[in-house]
């Protein structure tokens, strides 16, 4: 969210730059400050690099003392301050939303004199969308301010495909779009193309149009949730005609019951995420490629979940229409409070843990002929070629093989309906590896208090519960049941699962381990 605390005092903890000498208002005799951005002790300061921090405002006779106090720790007040996490774009006039392509084109232009003379102001707009207006007696400081922080929206010509699912979640995606992704593209100048789902299968159907064809979008961005994104990256992958557009940039707006993907890239809050995809960090990120025994083409995911958790979605989408995003809770409750006793999940696990790299992996899309020949298995899959394949590799059988669960994710699993809540605390997008996840069959009183431990990510030294890091893993419950990939359900009795490292382009950030 956007941190404007005009009275926050901590920004000598950086090194500092001036930028102008600015006034609050209009009138010439307004107070006078002076506008700063800092950056981190010890580094380089680059002009035109993203080292920032925050911009602040100290009144001008602070100066002398400010220099003084410089490294000393000592607490000085600044008038005006923002954080450059909250910091999305600096516009020339104050924007009026339904006029906001015009400021763009206002300042896109070159002739950065204008005839009509104009007031020297810059208007600071944070992730929240509320100013800040800047007055410059000075053309040069202005065009130098706008300079440096413009320099922080380093991707200019952008043409993002923004796809919405208005039933996602709580409903929130139209909404979503319309006041807060709209107007900000729109203030920052960010070409967009809107789309709204209409039925499940409209994003396969929005895929195949491109079909050798250019794609014509830098970014795509989803407003909905885990089940919207995990539909885009199957359409693109499983048609060889599109397979070129998962190299594009793919960015999320946390609109779905759960956002694990869009939480995980620092996107829990929706202005974060509206931030993140103005700025355009990207994260290159692992999937898993699962190949089931009787389907022909892979599916491809960053969380399955099976056993008990299988179930549970399965169950909850029945709800979805009374429930929405708390049908989960409402499914899990159901199967708790039932007179019948918890079911043992059997199951035989392999896997591998030879780690791998994006060039090592060979299948670092896109290369498309490549990809043809590979990824889209003929007739039934595990293919002789394939089958002969995992028998020469060394696989390693997993202890546990009676089990209320199994899960296998790329990322750790925040979820926007908890604070603490994390499926697997150390796991990454960008770490190339496979958490494997395992909860040894307990009865309900014991799935109770492991659940409880769960809520608040300390599930890890539960009794019952391993966690492993993996590169490839084989599933075969023997019989056919259920598995949740991404939030959509499959039935089968066997998968090959196969971590694919560095495969998308995500916009967002990883957080620290
Ligand atoms: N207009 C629509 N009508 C019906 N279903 C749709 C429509 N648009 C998309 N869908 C389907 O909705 C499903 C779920 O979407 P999404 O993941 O966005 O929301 P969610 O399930 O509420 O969130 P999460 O996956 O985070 O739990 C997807 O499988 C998609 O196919």
Redesign the pocket.
């Known amino acids: 969210m956007g941190n404007s605390n005009p009275r926050r005092t901590n920004c000598l903890k950086h090194d500092r730059m001036k930028l102008a000498t600015v006034r609050k208002t209009n009138s010439p005799n307004s107070e006078v400050f002076d506008l700063f951005v800092s950056y981190e002790k010890d580094k380089t300061c680059n002009e035109l690099g993203l080292d920032f921090k925050e911009i602040f405002t100290l009144p001008k006779n602070m100066r002398h003392q400010n220099t003084t106090f410089a490294g000393a720790g000592i607490q000085i007040e600044c008038d005006f301050l923002i954080n450059f996490e909250s910091f999305l774009t600096v516009t020339r006039e104050i924007p009026e939303f339904d006029s906001l392509a015009e400021i763009t084109r206002s300042l896109d232009q070159d002739d950065i004199f204008p005839d009509t003379p104009q007031e020297l102001k810059l208007v600071l707009i944070h992730s929240n969308l509320k100013q800040e207006v800047l007055y410059f007696d000075v053309i040069e400081e202005l065009i130098r301010t706008e300079t440096v922080l413009t320099s922080l929206n380093k991707f200019k010509d952008r043409h993002l495909a923004v796809l919405v699912?208005?039933?996602?979640?709580k409903q929130r995606?139209r909404r979503y779009y319309r006041d807060i992704l709209a107007p900000t593209l729109n203030i920052t100048g960010i070409k967009h193309d809107h789309f709204?789902?209409?039925?499940?299968?409209?994003?396969e159907t929005w895929v195949d149009q491109f079909s050798n064809k250019p794609f014509p979008y830098t970014d795509i961005i989803?407003i909905?949730?885990?089940?919207?994104?995990?539909?885009l990256i199957n359409s693109i992958l499983n048609n060889p005609d599109c397979q070129d557009i998962i190299k594009t940039p793919i960015g999320l707006l946390p609109?779905?019951?759960?956002?694990?993907t869009c939480c995980d890239l620092k996107g829990k809050d929706v202005y974060q995420a509206c931030r993140n995809i103005v700025r355009r960090p990207t994260v290159q990120s692992d999937i898993m490629k699962i190949q089931f025994s009787d389907m022909d083409s892979p599916l491809y995911a960053t969380v399955i979940l099976w056993g008990v958790l299988g179930d549970v979605v399965k169950n909850a989408e029945k709800l979805?229409k009374y429930f929405?995003?708390a049908r989960?809770t409402v499914s899990a409750a159901k199967m708790m409070l039932s007179s019948c006793r918890m079911k043992t999940y059997k199951c035989s696990i392999k896997f591998r843990s030879d780690f791998i790299t994006a060039e090592d992996s060979g299948e670092n899309l896109p290369k498309v002929e490549e990809t043809k020949e590979n990824d889209v298995i003929e007739g039934t899959s595990f293919t002789q070629n394939e089958s002969n394949k995992i028998e020469e590799k060394s696989w390693n059988e997993h202890p546990d093989s009676d089990l209320s669960f199994l899960g296998l994710v790329t990322h750790e699993c925040r979820s926007?309906l908890s604070k603490k809540e994390r499926f697997m605390p150390p796991s990454r997008f960008n770490d190339g590896r496979i958490s494997l996840a395992t909860l040894r069959k307990c009865g309900k009183i014991k799935l109770i208090h492991f659940m409880k431990k769960f809520s608040k990510a300390k599930h890890l030294d539960f009794e019952k519960f391993n966690g492993i890091e993996v590169s490839e893993v084989q599933i075969s419950p023997g019989t056919r049941s259920w598995f949740n990939i991404?939030?959509?359900i499959y039935e089968n009795d066997e998968a090959n699962i196969k971590l694919l490292p560095s495969f998308l382009t995500m916009i967002g950030n990883v957080y620290d381990k």
């Not at 699912?165 to 979640?169: A, C, L, V």
């Open positions: 699912n208005p039933i996602s979640g995606g709204e789902t209409d039925s499940e299968t409209y994003i989803l909905g949730g885990d089940g919207l994104f995990s539909q609109a779905g019951s759960q956002n694990a979805r929405k995003s989960y926007s991404d939030g959509e």
